[in-house]
C-alpha cells in the first residue's frame, strides 16, 4: 500500500460545483500539505498543517479550504469550482524535522468544466 | 519569502551523457535543499537532498552541489539511463519549502 493515498485519482466537475480531494497517510508524520501544480510554475502551496488543531494559508488559498480530521487524514475542498482551478492536486507529508524531505502522493487531476 | 529558479526548463541528453540541471534562491536563510524526481502519472519523490552545512553529496550517478555564497544548488546526473527520463524539481526550504518549476529530462536511446 502507497504510504500517502489520495482519492479520487482523476475527478471532472462542473463549475460551481462543491468537490472534496481526500489524502490519507501510513507514515505516521504529523505534518500535512496540499500543493497545486500547473505547466511551468511548479508546486504551489494551498494549505498545511502540523498537527491537527494546527491549521495554516499556503500562497494561492483563496478559493480552497481543508479539513485535518485526524493525524492521518488531510482533506481538501473546493467550495465553488471553477475552471482555473484545473490542475494536478498533490498531498505530501513530513516529519517534525522534515528530516527526510516530503513524501507525496501519487495526485489528484482535477478538471473543471 | 524564498523564491527558486530552474534551468533549464527542457534539457535532452543522449544515453550516456550527463546532464545538469541549476537552480538558484532568494533567501540566504534557507538551509535545506531536496531535489525530486517525478514520472509520468506518479508524486515527486525524493532523490536526494544537502544540507547548506555541506558544499557536495553523491548518491551513485547522482550528485548535488551547493554554492552559499551564490545562492546556487545543482543535480549532476552522470551515464544517464532512458529510465532517467521525467520532471526534476529542485527547492529550497528555510520555514517553507518552494519548488522551482521543474526541468523535463528527456534521455535518448
Not at chain 1, 491537527?52 to 494559508?57: E, M, R, S, T
Not at chain 1, 469550482?81 to 505530501?92: G, R, V, W
Not at chain 2, 526550504?93 to 519548488?99: A, Q
Amino acid at each position: 500500500d502507497a504510504d500517502v493515498t489520495q482519492t479520487p485519482r482523476n475527478r471532472i466537475t462542473k463549475t460551481g460545483k462543491r468537490i472534496m480531494l481526500e489524502c490519507s497517510q501510513t507514515k505516521g508524520h504529523d505534518r500535512m500539505y496540499w500543493y497545486r501544480q500547473d505547466p511551468g510554475l511548479g508546486l504551489r502551496l494551498i494549505y498545511y498543517s502540523f498537527d491537527v488543531k494546527d491549521i495554516n494559508k499556503g500562497e494561492i488559498s483563496d478559493g480552497y479550504s481543508v479539513s485535518r480530521q485526524a493525524q492521518a487524514k488531510f482533506s481538501l475542498s473546493l467550495e465553488s469550482a471553477i475552471p482555473n482551478q484545473t490542475a494536478l492536486y498533490f498531498c505530501a507529508t513530513s516529519d517534525l524535522n522534515r528530516r527526510y524531505g516530503y513524501t507525496f502522493g501519487s495526485g489528484t487531476r482535477l478538471t473543471v468544466v | 519569502g524564498e523564491n527558486v529558479e530552474q534551468h533549464p526548463s527542457t534539457l535532452s541528453v543522449q544515453e550516456g551523457d550527463s546532464a545538469v540541471i541549476k537552480c538558484t534562491y532568494s533567501d540566504s536563510a534557507s538551509n535545506y535543499f531536496p531535489w525530486y524526481k517525478q514520472e509520468l502519472g506518479k508524486g515527486p519523490q525524493l532523490i536526494i537532498d544537502i544540507r547548506s552545512n555541506v558544499g557536495e553529496k553523491k548518491d551513485q550517478r547522482i550528485a548535488v552541489t551547493l554554492n552559499k555564497t551564490a545562492k546556487h544548488f545543482s543535480l549532476h546526473i552522470t551515464e544517464t539511463q532512458p529510465e532517467d527520463s521525467a520532471v526534476y524539481f529542485c527547492a529550497a526550504k528555510d520555514d517553507d519549502m518552494r519548488f522551482g518549476a521543474g526541468t523535463r529530462l528527456t534521455v535518448k536511446p
